[in-house]
């Protein structure tokens, strides 16, 4: 159980193009959904918060307006990068947490690698 | 502040044990994970201490300790397989996880 899908797995665009990314929960309701980036050899890093029905909680530094999220029901939550360039190259992974209790752990997507030419 | 401190790297022989240690420093506490990551995946999910004490889970076993604020992961019998980085993250009183940077173990025959 717990299982968690992102997709797409893998992107290529050119410079300035939109990506959208999909995290769904398949066996279980998720209240609370959240992304992460991570760039080679580093940690993992928390880009935001989102909760069902509500605004995303951006973490410090990460801009809003770039990074674009929606959860609209309590299986999806989509990232979408807005005019991507190169630096936004890296790889986004969604977790997601059972609705039913916060002590759960978060159960991650496959990742999205993204490559921004 | 809020932080998790684990060592970079650490390298191990096939068959041996290894034991990662994690202190951590949160605002109110709800408990420890410990997460596996392969290069070029995502995290799975290893173990969850909120406890005082040992919980084993095959070749794989963690303990906490809250008075001292010290967690480790402990792997047993190691396989080529292990070769992993693995994460440390404290849950905080908002039900949010502080991560630490990863514990990268290098695995040799």
């Known amino acids: 159980g717990a299982v968690v899908s992102q997709h797409p797995s893998w992107v290529i665009c050119k410079s300035g193009t939109s990506v959208k990314i999909e995290c769904r929960s398949l066996?279980?309701?998720?209240?609370?959904m959240f992304w992460y980036r991570q760039f080679p050899k580093q940690s993992l890093m928390l880009m935001a918060t989102?909760?069902?029905?509500?605004?995303?909680?951006?973490e410090q530094g990460v801009e809003k307006d770039k990074f674009l999220i929606n959860h609209a029901s309590l299986t999806l939550s989509t990232l979408t990068v807005t005019s991507a360039h190169p630096e936004d190259s890296s790889f986004y992974i969604c977790?997601?947490?059972?609705?039913?209790?916060?002590?759960?752990?978060?159960?991650f997507g496959d990742g999205t690698r993204l490559s921004i030419l | 502040g809020q932080n998790i401190d684990q060592p970079t790297e650490m390298t191990a022989t096939e068959g041996a044990i290894v034991q990662i240690n994690c202190t951590y420093q949160?605002?109110?506490?709800?408990?420890l994970f410990w997460y596996q990551q392969h290069a070029g995946e995502a995290p799975t999910f290893l173990s969850y201490?909120?406890l005082d004490g040992l919980e084993e889970k095959g070749r794989f076993s963690s303990f906490l300790s809250r008075s001292k604020g010290y967690s480790y992961l402990l792997l047993k019998e190691l396989q080529m397989k292990d070769s992993a980085s693995y994460l440390c993250?404290?849950?905080?009183?908002?039900?949010?996880?502080?991560w630490g940077a990863g514990t990268k173990l290098i695995i040799k025959p």
């Open positions: 949160t605002s109110g506490f709800n408990g």
């Open positions: 201490n909120v």
């Open positions: 989102s909760n069902e029905g509500s605004k995303a909680t951006y």
């Open positions: 977790s997601a947490t059972p609705r039913d209790s916060d002590y759960q752990p978060q159960h």
């Open positions: 993250a404290g849950m905080d009183s908002n039900y949010q996880l502080i």
């Open positions: 066996d279980f309701q998720a209240t609370t």
